[in-house]
């Protein structure tokens, strides 16, 4: 679905943009600065009724359960009002973000004016395993005063437009800022044109795909990358009490394993394999407990569920012929594969989930994945908690929560371990030009 102006356009409409998106974006960066306020205000007002909005009612043909979208309810209240948007702008962009700065320099009577603008126009690139990741990233484009440009992931389900529909009623002239396309990744001559009047590209995805945004990308064009990450449960005999458990598998049920922050599998603290055979026993029922008191809410995601049924097959088919160690735990709609190994991996997901083992003072070990560690669930005892959790964060890890909270999000939290909004903008100063020739 292509969205421009605060219209639905059809094919024909979007390839007359695409031709002249240049001159309409000259056109708006001539104008004064966005006033972020009216974004904010916006979507104060937009939260204040999310129950009505009719985006809300497509999200379970979308297969998105009950529980899923009460949470989701739940962060778009909390995270989306006026109060919470702006203590987030102050987190991540400073206490005086909307003030002019003045500076002296250091060897004359000069100043100069410094403040925080924004980058230009934003090219956002993103990913399809998180809901309305498309129109969280736009947001994140206007409250830093940027011109958005979003290619929609395959599949959207229409989530985002519905959204900006929304939130365009309450301040029209935001209309101009956003440009929403569904070009596919394999039309080079859109993304190439679209890639060239960015200031930054904003790219969500795999190594694969921010590989293929570099070589599209002109040399003077920023990329800020948001790549896969793998995030996984860290768990102690101490620690793994069925009431800690419940919450991971929780977590993992609710998420199906599809975010960069869901757990993909679990690092059982010994060397001894019969430990992690012991710790699979006690998990699987609990996980399938779970399961089963959160089902899938199929509807259009059918097709994908009976594929990654396939995939778990395949997969189990191949592991078993590994080694005599592999062994794999099965229950009626869910899985868990013991593994002799300690590398870090994704798992087959939809509730089918590995375990590993790996000593406490291993952990350290798993710095060569530095780049693509995101969240870990520490389940251990009290007093094991800071010392572990240093440890993770050590080898590369940016977050530590519970097994229930992994997925959760902390309003001006940083994302894999910068600020957002600080990403998006610049600061720029101008010098005081009399006091410059005082002498």
Not at 19 to 26: A, K, S
Not at 270 to 285: N, Q, R
Not at 331 to 349: C, F, G, R
Request: proline fraction near 3%; glycine fraction near 6%; include cysteine.
């Amino acid at each position: 679905m292509n969205f421009v102006n605060g219209k639905i356009v059809n094919e024909s409409e979007c390839d007359s943009v695409l031709e002249r998106i240049e001159e309409m974006l000259i056109s708006t960066l001539k104008k004064p600065p966005l006033d972020v306020n009216q974004v904010i205000n916006a979507c104060d007002t937009m939260v204040k009724n999310v129950e009505s909005l009719e985006v809300m009612k497509k999200l379970p043909e979308l297969g998105i359960s009950k529980a899923l979208t009460d949470i989701y309810m739940k962060q778009i209240k909390q995270m989306l009002s006026a109060e919470a948007i702006r203590a987030r702008m102050r987190i991540e962009l400073g206490e005086n973000y909307d003030k002019a700065v003045t500076l002296r320099y250091v060897h004359s009577h000069a100043t100069a004016v410094q403040t925080l603008t924004p980058l230009g126009v934003l090219f956002h690139i993103t990913a399809g395993n998180v809901d309305g990741l498309p129109f969280v990233s736009i947001l994140e484009g206007l409250l830093t005063g940027n011109i958005n440009i979003v290619k929609l992931p395959k599949e959207e389900g229409g989530i985002t437009v519905l959204l900006l529909a929304e939130l365009l009623k309450l301040a029209p002239s935001l209309a101009e800022y956003v440009y929403v396309f569904d070009y596919s990744s394999k039309d080079v001559a859109a993304m190439q044109k679209l890639a060239k009047v960015a200031d930054a590209i904003v790219i969500w995805g795999g190594d694969e795909a921010i590989s293929a945004v570099r070589r599209m990308a002109l040399p003077n064009t920023r990329i800020i990358e948001w790549g896969h990450k793998i995030s996984f449960a860290y768990v102690t005999k101490e620690g793994a009490t069925v009431k800690s458990l419940e919450k991971l598998a929780y977590h993992i049920c609710l998420t199906n394993q599809l975010f960069c922050s869901s757990c993909q599998g679990v690092f059982f603290d010994s060397d001894d394999i019969e430990d992690i055979y012991e710790f699979c026993e006690k998990f699987l029922p609990i996980l399938e407990k779970a399961s089963q008191e959160n089902p899938h809410a199929l509807g259009e995601m059918a097709g994908l569920f009976i594929q990654a049924e396939l995939t778990i097959h395949d997969y189990q088919r191949r592991i078993e012929n590994q080694a005599s160690a592999t062994r794999i735990f099965r229950e009626q709609n869910v899985s868990i594969t013991a593994y002799a190994d300690s590398q870090l991996e994704p798992s087959p997901m939809y509730r089918n989930i590995w375990v590993k083992p790996l000593k406490n003072d291993d952990i350290i070990k798993l710095r060569p994945y530095k780049g693509y560690l995101q969240t870990a669930a520490l389940i251990c005892g009290k007093n094991e908690h800071e010392e572990l959790a240093q440890k993770l964060l050590r080898a590369g890890v940016v977050k530590v929560s519970d097994g229930r909270e992994m997925s959760n999000y902390a309003c001006g939290e940083a994302h894999d371990g910068v600020f957002t909004l600080r990403c998006y903008t610049k600061w720029v100063s101008v010098q005081d030009y009399d006091q410059s020739n005082t002498e």
